[in-house]
């Protein structure tokens, strides 16, 4: 290890501001540096690690994997891919499932598909209506897609036919919707703009108006999906299907796979309109395969529910002890509202507590983001819960005085 604080990352090209901290090792809940200092892990790779760090399960389900066979091509089956597809169809109301590797490519996907369907059936409509604050990762197609200030102006020109409407606002949807508009893309719980749910009313309504205009309805549940919320997808809160589904993050595991479902009337793709060297690969698909039968039981959705309201309640009481705004959220996807811009120093002020520190996420300027393992314990919520109030008190003791 170099402790040269100047030489971190000299090799990296810069893309993000990060401490000055190498990470060693994680397991559960927890993740170790190479100083040996633990860290009780609220960010979990960004809501990746369903089951936390290193879970023995995904151990196994790489290594049995990696021995057998990594990769025919993308232009072979593989039983592992076969039994992920499969699974996904018995666990969702879709029909047919496309591989990917990251939320971005999954969300490229399901626009070429809409894109497609709008060709053939819509006259060449190929206008997605998305919402402001919406996320749907970082391709220019996708940036152009999401609903995040500023993000027109970095890379211009931007793909154009995403135009916005306002989560929870159904006539702004009304308004948006052209002859040219194919498809409506929602995240039911923005993420990255700081876990604003769609309201059910709003879903509904919006699900009714889809229908009636012959728009798709494409949820992005990157984020949402795979007991995340509660429910092995977050449509299901809603009571409603949507046509085309996206899913990333959590069905890894941690690693990259991601999936595009959907039903059989929308499987519209020429071979050769869609591809990827790693779509499919067996490596990914089994890991997919044992996240899936692991999240998706009744007994860990009721168990991910039940640390979702635990964990609420602390919030709840922190948010009380020291006069913040409130909390939100839904399972173990949830977000503290502060009454000022304290995010960041809150998130490193947990960090550098001693000897056990805290990993937090700030989303936006005046909010925090908790997305813990979802096997997270309740010693570990308890756990978490002091290391943030005590960070709470440092931060906001220091703005005050300041
Ligand atoms: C993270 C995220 C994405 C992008 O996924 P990547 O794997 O980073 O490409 C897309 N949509 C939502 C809702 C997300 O949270």
Not at 110 to 139: D, N, P, S, Y
Not at 220 to 229: K, L, N
Not at 361 to 369: D, T, V
Request: aromatic share 6%; with cysteine; proline share 5%.
């Amino acid at each position: 290890m170099n402790d040269d604080a100047n030489d971190y990352g000299k090799h990296l090209i810069t893309i993000t501001q990060r401490p000055e901290l190498v990470f060693a090792q994680g397991q559960g809940a927890w993740l170790v540096d190479e100083g040996g200092k633990r860290y009780l892990d609220l960010i979990q790779g960004w809501a990746v690690n369903s089951l936390g760090h290193s879970p023995a399960l995904l151990a196994q389900a790489l290594t049995q994997q990696a021995q057998q066979l990594l990769n025919p091509s993308p232009a072979f089956y593989n039983r592992p891919m076969l039994e992920l597809a499969q699974r996904l169809v018995e666990l969702t109301c879709m029909d047919r499932v496309f591989l990917a590797s990251s939320g971005a490519e999954a969300n490229e996907a399901a626009i070429k598909l809409a894109r497609r369907w709008g060709q053939k059936m819509r006259q060449g409509a190929f206008e997605i209506i998305g919402f402001e604050g919406g996320f749907h990762g970082r391709t220019l197609a996708m940036m152009s897609a999401s609903g995040k200030p500023g993000w027109e102006r970095i890379y211009p020109p931007m793909p154009t036919g995403f135009p916005k409407a306002r989560l929870n606002d159904i006539e702004s949807v009304a308004r948006a919707i052209q002859p040219s508009s194919v498809a409506v893309m929602i995240e039911f719980v923005q993420g990255e703009a700081g876990v604003n749910l769609a309201d059910p009313g709003f879903v509904r309504e919006l699900r009714a108006l889809s229908t009636e205009r012959q728009l798709l309805l494409i949820a992005d549940e990157v984020q949402t999906g795979v007991g995340r919320c509660g429910h092995a997808f977050a449509y299901e809160m809603y009571g409603i299907e949507p046509d085309l589904l996206t899913l990333a993050k959590g069905i890894g595991g941690g690693a990259p796979l991601s999936a595009l479902l959907c039903k059989e009337r929308y499987n519209c793709f020429e071979p050769g309109d869609q591809g990827g060297t790693f779509c499919g690969n067996p490596l990914m698909a089994a890991l997919g395969l044992a996240v899936l039968n692991e999240v998706c039981r009744d007994e860990f959705l009721a168990r991910v529910r039940q640390r979702g309201h635990y964990l609420a309640a602390g919030l709840q009481k922190l948010a009380r002890e020291h006069g913040l705004v409130g909390e939100r959220g839904a399972g173990l996807l949830r977000a503290l509202v502060l009454p000022g811009n304290h995010a960041e120093q809150i998130v490193s002020s947990a960090r550098n507590l001693a000897p056990t520190g805290l990993l937090l996420n700030a989303p936006r300027p005046n909010l925090l983001r908790l997305m813990p393992a979802l096997n997270i314990t309740e010693e570990e919520i308890d756990q978490g819960l002091e290391l943030l109030g005590r960070a709470l008190t440092e931060t906001l003791a220091d703005a005050l005085s300041a």
